[in-house]
């Protein structure tokens, strides 16, 4: 095709442009597929993107429409967006795991005309919605297995709307004009995206983000980190979550850099081996199942390999992030270094698809330490940063050289961040929100008059301008004798043992602190192997004794180390117990980002939080669980409830012995 | 003392003090090391293939250098030419040997599947036993020279100067060694990248299933003893072109089995660097400690007594699966 | 998009329709003296899929042994797609269109899945022997015209994260699904599989259901299945055979089979 003369750079189709023009045999999009990787270089991607814009257009998508994005992280499905967006209609990308009800809110509420989906399972679930969405009009499917016998009204096949879009430009030689012109009057300040945040508590919200918002934002941290059309990343987060749409699509065409997506969400780890990204994001919980999955593999090991390997990881510890950081090592040292990652980090990081990587990310949980430092130490850049839909995604981030586990990093070009007097962190930027889409008392609540968002979180500013986030602002409480309460806080230093995979603390406004613990089945399950005991099912592996004591041991750490910290020593665990069963999205207990929704959690379980404060040690629970298959079941169990040693801070005991 | 010193010290000061003869016994070592892996592959494929441990194996190095040799012989006078009675000769001995193939598929495997692995056993010892007397038969007992000069296979030698000594490789060694070679990466490609590869492992791996996704028993046992009456013929020539052609050449299959020992029936991998390896121990033990404490003549047994030394430390032999005793 | 569920004629008078695929006449199979299988005479029907159940011991995997050539009746009469079979051996069963799985999962442990399922294409390989280890040309383009319909199988049963791990590693669920696949890429047109869901979690039997429905539907495969668990046979197939101690004691829709009173005392009233 020919590729138009330049349209400005305001907007993801005028980007797209440039980048046919610029980079055009360069590849932008790349998928496995039937076990190949088939890739699309920038000039085929406007190709595709135009195709199959103008064969919306002729579906009738016009300027204004809402069109929804449901399915896995799939090349054609990025493209909606910027077909959209070249008509001046505006795409929902939509969590394709949500069940159909959740799917049908958002589409009603965004009053969807459109919906591009993956496959049958996802139009299923739009057919059986489709009394409640009286306003959807048009279903378009990619992967047309098992769909042939379907009623094709008002379904299309992907490959037939873009070819009614070729037979456009085929007949009519004005239709490629007349696409770019529409294109070129995009203009910064449109919307560009509505994403829906999956809130932890009352329905989504519908986030705009303008064009201005994202490109500008992105270009920030473009130049922050110095990605270019050279970066290769992968794409396997949902794609409705605002960190996806930054980085598998903003960020790469804003910087021109290829988007390679997996064949399939179990395939994630083979194929990123295959294809090394040079920058990715991964949230924690990623990392800690990559090193979980490794050091149970270490532990089947050869005698002579497992030495190698914790020898050199020991070294590791002692130098890797200080060579890493630039800092002054000895030649001696960085030899020692340079046959470690010979031996054991080079393979390691191969392994993990992990061996071109120049930046890496994670963000919205902490991060254990422990877990952190491992990666840095074998060479991995990986830093965090702290973002948020509302601001598209960049709010502070860790600049080279300025590592540290605990905090989320400085604030990035052009954002401003203060610390409101209710301790919540608060920032303005120029990739600020919009609005929420229909919803002007929410926004009102969340961006002042001057511009300033609320992001519910509350934290601090340590000494050397890094910020600290503490935990949810509305979380943090008081104990009855008015110590602080920060859950989260307490929640993610018992969460970094790697058997523990979830954990729940209660305490506001009560005596003491209490938690539920999730053990981690992969963790947990692999030692009652080696030391055979023998369990049938996640309830039965909860309630062994063995186990609870490895938890109370771990508790036990926790309080101690509450009591270094003055603030918030006040709040150390009394009693603990292990959950009967896994904290689960289908039963309303995270959310589908697998957050837990403290509320929802309390209420279910009250009968055990009720035991926490009247000092019974165990009780007899039954709880209503769905299947797999949308079947409603009960599990039953009697938990044990466990009293806990607290300590009391150094200052305290230093005046007890004084005392003495 | 001076024996402790005769095993402990001394060898290893000649090997420092003479390395271009400690070479020479390396090289020596590894010319025979890849001819036993050649044989030990054999033994491996037919036995992943089909449960048999063939006794013939050594027979049949002799029954295919004696087929080469004597369809030569007989060639000649009719063609005239050495040389193309040789191009003539080869590949009617390698329709020879597929003959022989087919003819043990259909005479014993066939008839004989589902007996126990003990007569099956006994059963290529009776293959033996016939291609010994037919063999006799037909090309007569007496001793016979391999045609190496026919075959094109170079007879001089190249010398080298290392660390100012001196180190002699006879061509005949470096083409055995360079065959083998190249024999065994073929036929790694062929097990590994092929489909009629695929289906050998396959019938290794599982015979039911093997059957069930309609792999035809006779055809990959047929293309099997094929490949190890190919790999007979490569051992004879070049042991022939060695040694002469005989019956007596029959022992070089006993050499290969220490070599199952230490790598295991099945395993391929297991074959090739276990005969390398008993090929190399086996001339360095000789040179350095048989021949100045036993007087020699130590390579009929040492490989037999270092696989059964192995064997006491990893009963799997070296590259065998892990026992696991499930209770 | 709800179908009413059609009434017992309806489905009696579908599968009346259909032409025959395998038709076993008076079929006995003994092994020294000892009967396995005694006179037992049924068809299946091309498109169907047709469970044959009974109680352990029944005669059910010797049933599937001699419809795959693994078992030689002595008497009786096997017809395949209106030819009537002489002797029988298993891979020319395979190469006349029959796959089958087994109860107890028959895999090459060592090979990895995409081995495996290619090995399934063995007797599709139309290069001969001499062609395979000489020509290496035409060889290797057959070789990916197989690897593509076996990559089409992969995407198809969901397996593409494990196509390089050897499957003696695979959980069994995982195991049973190669299995599956490595029968579908002999393309067959009668698919035998022997208790498809046994050792399954719930989940992996929901999976296999559903495979099992959609290589049905959407391959047009005929399958014969043995099962255990009534539920997935009652919802799954087409039409039922009943043995008992070797004979056939019912035959017909799933529903005529289960208010069958001899099949209830033999079988259903035993095991509830």
């Not at chain 2, 100045?292 to 003549?297: A, E, K, Q, R």
Request: proline share 4%.
């Amino acid at each position: 095709m020919q590729v138009p003369p330049s349209a400005g750079m305001d907007t993801f189709p005028q980007l797209l442009i440039r980048n046919a023009r610029d980079w055009g045999d360069r590849p932008a999009y790349r998928e496995k597929d039937l076990g190949i990787w088939q890739s699309w270089t920038w000039r085929e991607v406007l190709d595709e993107v135009r195709k199959l814009s103008l064969g919306l257009k002729s579906l009738g998508c016009k300027e204004g429409d809402k069109v929804a994005v449901i399915g896995a992280n799939r090349p054609h499905l990025y493209w909606v967006f910027a077909a959209v967006q070249a008509l001046g209609g505006v795409p929902i990308p939509v969590y394709s795991d949500s069940v159909a009800e959740e799917i049908a809110y958002v589409l009603g509420h965004a009053e969807v005309r459109f919906a591009v989906v993956e496959d049958q399972e996802q139009v299923d679930k739009l057919l059986e919605m489709s009394e409640k969405l009286p306003q959807l009009e048009h279903i378009i499917y990619e992967d047309p297995k098992g769909l042939r016998d379907y009623d094709h009204t008002r379904l299309h096949r992907y490959l037939s709307v873009q070819a009614a879009g070729q037979a456009l430009l085929d007949t009519d030689e004005q239709t490629a004009n007349e696409w770019f012109e529409a294109v070129k009057a995009g203009k910064p300040e449109d919307v560009a995206v509505i994403l829906y945040t999956s809130g932890t508590t009352g329905r989504p919200k519908g986030v705009m983000l303008s064009f201005n918002n994202l490109i500008v934002a992105v270009q920030n941290a473009n130049e922050f980190d110095n990605l270019d059309e050279n970066a290769d990343t992968v794409a396997y987060l949902p794609m409705a979550w605002v960190g996806d749409h930054v980085f598998s699509y903003a960020q790469c065409i804003t910087a021109g850099y290829c988007v390679n997506c997996p064949e399939g969400p179990e395939t994630v780890l083979i194929d990123r081996k295959e294809i090394a990204p040079t920058y990715m994001f991964a949230p924690p919980r990623v990392f800690e199942g990559m090193l979980t999955h490794i050091m149970v593999r270490m532990e089947d090991a050869s005698k002579m390999k497992k030495k190698l390997f914790d020898y050199f990881l020991d070294y590791a510890n002692q130098v890797g992030e200080r060579i890493l950081n630039g800092d002054k090592v000895s030649l001696f040292a960085r030899m020692k270094y340079a046959v470690g990652e010979f031996c054991v980090y080079g393979p390691l990081k191969n392994e993990m698809g992990f061996s071109r990587v120049r930046v890496a990310y994670t963000a919205g949980e902490a991060i254990g330490p422990e877990i952190f430092k491992f990666y840095r130490s074998i060479g991995l850049n990986l830093k965090q940063l702290y973002g948020q839909t509302e601001s598209s995604v960049f709010i502070t981030s860790q600049p080279d050289g300025q590592i540290y586990a605990d905090t989320v990093g400085v604030p990035m070009p052009d954002v401003e961040v203060k610390i409101a007097d209710s301790g919540e962190v608060m920032y303005r930027s120029p990739g600020a929100f919009l609005g929420y889409y229909k919803n002007d008392d929410a926004t009102k609540d969340t961006k002042t008059e001057e511009g300033w968002v609320h992001t519910g979180d509350a934290g601090i500013f340590l000494e050397n301008g890094h910020l600290k986030i503490i935990d949810r602002a509305k979380d943090v409480g008081k104990l009855t004798d008015g110590s602080m309460f920060a859950p989260k806080y307490i929640e993610n230093k018992l969460k970094f043992f790697p058997n523990i995979k979830e954990v729940v603390t209660f305490g506001n406004e009560r005596d003491y602190v209490c938690a539920f613990v999730n053990i981690d089945l992969v963790a947990v399950g692999n030692w009652a192997e080696r030391n055979n005991i023998a369990y049938a099912s996640y309830q039965e592996l909860a309630a062994h004794p063995e186990v609870y004591k490895t938890i109370q041991s771990h508790v036990d750490q926790v309080n101690k180390d509450l009591s270094q910290e003055p603030v918030m020593a006040g709040a150390q665990i009394k009693r603990f117990l292990v959950l009967h069963k896994e904290l689960d999205p289908d039963d309303g207990e995270l959310t589908r980002t697998q957050k837990v929704r403290r509320n929802f959690v309390a209420e279910r379980y009250a009968p055990l939080i009720e035991a926490f404060y009247t000092g019974e040690t165990s009780k007899h629970v039954v709880t209503e669980v769905v299947f797999e298959d949308g079947r409603q079941g009960t599990i039953e169990a009697t938990v044990e409830i466990r009293d806990m040693d607290t300590y009391r801070t150094d200052a305290m005991s230093a005046i007890g012995e004084a005392a003495e | 003392m001076e024996t402790l010193y005769s095993v402990f010290i001394d060898p290893f000061v000649q090997m420092f003090e003479l390395p271009d003869f400690f070479l020479q016994v390396l090289w020596e070592g590894l010319v025979s090391g890849v001819l036993y892996s050649l044989i030990a592959l054999g033994f491996v494929l037919i036995f992943k293939s089909s449960r048999i441990f063939n006794f013939a194996q050594g027979i049949m190095v002799v029954f295919a250098a004696l087929s080469l040799v004597g369809l030569h012989s007989f060639l000649v006078p009719y063609v005239g030419n050495e040389f193309v009675a040789a191009a003539i000769a080869m590949p009617l001995t390698l329709g020879i040997m597929y003959a022989l193939a087919m003819g043990v598929e259909r005479m014993v495997l066939r008839p004989l599947v589902g007996q126990p692995d003990i007569i099956l056993f006994m059963a290529t010892i009776g293959i033996t036993m016939f291609l010994i007397g037919f063999g006799e038969f037909v090309f007569g007992g007496e001793n016979k020279v391999m045609i190496t000069e026919a075959l094109g296979i170079p007879t001089g030698s190249i010398e080298f100067e290392p660390f100012g000594g001196f180190l002699l490789l006879e061509e005949k060694d470096v083409f055995a060694v360079v065959m083998a070679i190249v024999l065994v990466i073929s036929l790694l490609v062929f097990l590994n990248k092929s489909a009629m590869g695929r289906a050998i492992r396959a019938l290794g791996d599982d015979h039911t299933a093997a059957l069930s996704v309609g792999i035809s028993l006779s055809t990959i046992w047929v293309l099997v003893w094929f490949i190890a009456g190919v790999i007979a013929l490569a051992t004879g020539i070049v042991w022939g072109a060695r040694a002469g052609v005989s019956f007596a050449l029959e022992v070089i299959a006993y050499k290969a089995l220490p070599v199952l020992m230490l790598g295991g029936l099945e395993s391929v991998s297991g074959a090739i660097i276990g005969g390398i390896a008993i090929g190399l121990l086996e001339k360095i033990f000789e040179i350095y400690w048989g021949q100045p404490l036993f007087g020699g003549n130590t390579e009929t047994w040492f490989a037999f007594i270092f696989a059964l030394i192995v064997l006491l430390f990893r009963p799997q032999g070296l590259f065998g699966e892990k026992i696991i005793e499930r209770v | 998009m709800t179908v009413m569920d059609p009434t017992l004629e309806e489905v009696k008078r579908r599968a009346e329709e259909r032409e025959v695929l395998l038709d076993l006449e008076n079929v006995s199979l003994s092994f020294g003296g000892v009967k396995a299988i005694t006179n037992i005479s049924f068809n299946i029907k091309k498109g169907e899929i047709r469970a044959i159940i009974g109680p352990n011991g029944a005669g059910k995997t010797s049933m599937l042994n001699v419809i795959n050539g693994f078992y030689q009746p002595q008497e009786g009469v096997i017809t395949f797609n209106g030819e009537r079979r002489s002797s029988m051996k298993p891979h020319l069963a395979v190469s006349q269109g029959i796959a089958r799985t087994f109860q107890n999962v028959a895999l090459f442990k060592g090979m990895s899945t995409l081995d495996n399922i290619m090995a399934g294409r063995a007797t599709r390989m139309k290069r001969n022997m001499v062609w395979q280890m000489l020509y290496w040309g035409p060889a290797q383009r057959e070789e990916i015209e197989h690897r593509k319909k076996v990559e089409e199988i992969i995407d198809f049963l969901e397996i593409q994260h494990i196509r390089r791990t050897p499957v003696g590693t695979l959980p069994y669920g995982l195991q049973k699904r190669v299995e599956l696949a490595r029968a579908l890429a002999m393309e067959p047109e009668l698919l035998l599989l022997d208790e498809p869901m046994a050792g399954m979690n719930l989940e992996e039997k929901e999976d296999m259901s559903r495979f099992i429905l959609d290589v049905n539907d959407q391959l047009g495969t005929t399958i014969a299945l043995i099962e255990h668990d009534m539920g997935v046979v009652m919802d799954l197939s087409d039409r039922v055979v009943v043995l008992d101690y070797g004979r056939k004691i019912a035959d017909g829709v799933p529903d005529e089979v289960q208010s069958n009173q001899e099949v209830i005392d033999a079988y259903l009233g035993l095991s509830h």
